[in-house]
């Protein structure tokens, strides 16, 4: 996994969640196959300080245009997110990058492998958020008798940023690929895209910050046709949780359950602010059970 780049951020808030991330990283020995890096979007000095005695590079990303900093309304931890479009320059002797978002924790390395297998291809790899695992990702809505309103998210995103109308339609249907965890080879041609849409998109008030990323992996993905490849849930898993007692490891919802390789916690602002806090999920054997997410709680 020789020059690969493993790179998360995130500010004050998400601090410990870093931290756990990378406490996974190094019992995982990850750090000693690929390069690790912060970005900071609002971390205290000691903070910052903590990662670099532990040779992590934290790296101010900076705000990418005058434009971003006052659509983002000088949130810094806002840097992080747009930032991410941007790795391949802040990065620049990075062959390949693979972003984690910091609420993100690994617990195998069966991501890393799957993700490389793509990027050698010089495509995005990426999750989609169609699956087996989700029972419903478009919105559907009575609105005549037996005629129904379908959309989704990337169809109320696309509509809301006021985009062209044969792209507005493009998305209707398509899944959202989720921006939390990504790789991409530093030579792909998606990076100048992306910052192109990223441009487009800040300069619509209407679209909002925290959005842009997404909806601009979807427009090259889906509508400019850039390669890509959606990868298993399981390297991006944001639930529904099963835990196996026999493995003492998460695993997939639903059989053959194969243990889970990275631990999103999208959503779960419960779960991020306390590492004790559970939730209900099933064994192996179908028994009900209750397990905090955090990876503390498992390890510590």
Not at 20 to 45: H, P, R, T, V, Y
Not at 128 to 138: D, E, G, K, L
Not at 175 to 203: E, S, V
Request: hydrophobic fraction near 40%; proline fraction near 4%.
């Amino acid at each position: 996994m020789k020059n690969i780049h493993i790179v998360s951020g995130g500010d004050t808030k998400y601090f410990n969640l870093l931290k756990e991330l990378l406490e996974s990283i190094d019992k995982l020995k990850i750090d000693k196959k690929a390069k690790i890096s912060i970005l900071d979007g609002g971390l205290k000095k000691k903070e910052i300080d903590y990662f670099q005695s532990k040779k992590i590079k934290v790296i101010d990303p900076g705000w990418p245009s005058k434009l971003a900093k006052l659509r983002a309304s000088n949130k810094n931890y806002l840097k992080v997110e747009l930032a991410k479009v941007h790795l391949d320059r802040i990065f620049s002797d990075a062959e390949y990058i693979i972003w984690v978002d910091a609420d993100a924790w690994f617990q195998t390395t069966e991501a890393l492998n799957i993700i490389k297998s793509v990027l050698e291809k010089k495509k995005l790899a990426i999750v989609s958020q169609t699956s087996r695992f989700i029972a419903n990702y478009m919105i559907v809505k009575r609105f005549l008798g037996s005629l129904f309103f379908i959309k989704n998210l990337l169809y109320k995103n696309a509509k809301r940023a006021n985009l062209s109308k044969d792209l507005i339609e493009e998305m209707i249907s398509k899944p959202t690929l989720n921006a939390g965890i990504f790789g991409l080879p530093k030579r792909a041609p998606h990076w100048n895209r992306l910052r192109l849409w990223q441009d487009k998109l800040l300069k619509t008030t209407r679209a909002r910050v925290f959005t842009i990323t997404q909806l601009s992996l979807a427009v090259i993905s889906y509508y400019e046709n850039l390669p890509y490849e959606a990868i298993p849930e399981r390297c991006n898993y944001m639930g529904p949780y099963r835990w196996s007692r026999k493995l003492k490891k998460f695993v997939e919802y639903y059989a053959p359950y194969e243990p889970i390789s990275i631990i999103h916690m999208v959503a779960r602002d419960e779960m991020r602010t306390n590492k004790f806090f559970k939730i209900p999920m099933l064994d192996e054997n179908d028994r009900k059970i209750k397990k905090s997410l955090r990876y503390n709680a498992q390890y510590k």
